[in-house]
């Protein structure tokens, strides 16, 4: 049955009205799918920033001796997380104490320091140590200058020879920071190219987290960082 011009035409309208509708209604929907993708890879590149943790694992054997030996330092709340905000001048105290304890801490292994495999933590009481001492002899000149506890974080990672290594983690408002003894140089978690075990949690440095993380490769910070 054929129908009129008068009724085809107005069939037609009403089907692109309907089409037009449609769009309209999906356009929102799209957009918001456009956000979401959107801020899921600005998050992905924010988290590279950063080492993802996972759940508790076993505290290292030097961290429990530390604290049989100065249950002061460890006797301290749970608090919750906190970041040093990485402003200049807060990057160069981190870098002034980085240099500081690596210049005048003498590097002298465990063994030969202390005579026993078992690993020995302590602050550098005659000047002395291996990478354990320096990493908590910042901490506590950190600790000192005013940096919240919660962003200091003993680190145990494997270096790159493969050979177990203890760094501190400073948490920042831009991303994980490094002090090491074997660089001078304040460097991003994910430019050392080591390999990250585990660290304290930012809660409770009686609780220790894994990480089980490349981080990136060793490079040098461009001179505009």
């Not at 906190?82 to 801490?105: D, E, P």
């Not at 660089?183 to 440095?205: C, D, H, I, M």
């Amino acid at each position: 049955m054929r129908h009129s011009p008068v009724l085809t035409s107005s069939l037609l309208l009403g089907f692109v009205s309907l089409i037009g509708a449609t769009s309209l209604q999906a356009s929102p929907a799209a957009a918001q799918s456009t956000l979401s993708k959107s801020r899921s890879t600005q998050s992905s590149v924010d988290g590279l920033r950063s080492a993802a943790v996972g759940g508790s694992t076993s505290v290292p054997y030097g961290w429990i001796d530390f604290c049989h030996r100065r249950p002061k330092e460890c006797k301290v709340p749970a608090l919750p997380a906190a970041n040093v905000k990485l402003t200049a001048q807060n990057l160069r105290i981190l870098k002034r104490i980085n240099q500081k304890a690596n210049s005048s801490i003498k590097p002298v292994s465990n063994f030969d320091h202390w005579g026993t495999m078992a690993d020995h933590w302590d602050y550098p009481v005659d000047g002395k140590g291996d990478c354990k001492i320096y990493a908590l002899y910042k901490r506590k000149l950190l600790l000192e200058a005013g940096f919240p506890r919660q962003a200091l974080l003993m680190t145990v990672v494997r270096d790159l020879d493969n050979e177990g290594h203890t760094i501190l983690t400073v948490k920042t408002d831009k991303g994980d920071l490094v002090l090491d003894n074997l660089v001078n140089e304040v460097r991003p978690w994910n430019a050392t190219g080591y390999y990250f075990l585990k660290r304290q949690s930012q809660q409770n440095p009686n609780t220790w987290v894994s990480i089980n993380q490349r981080g990136g490769t060793s490079k040098r910070l461009s001179p505009s960082s």
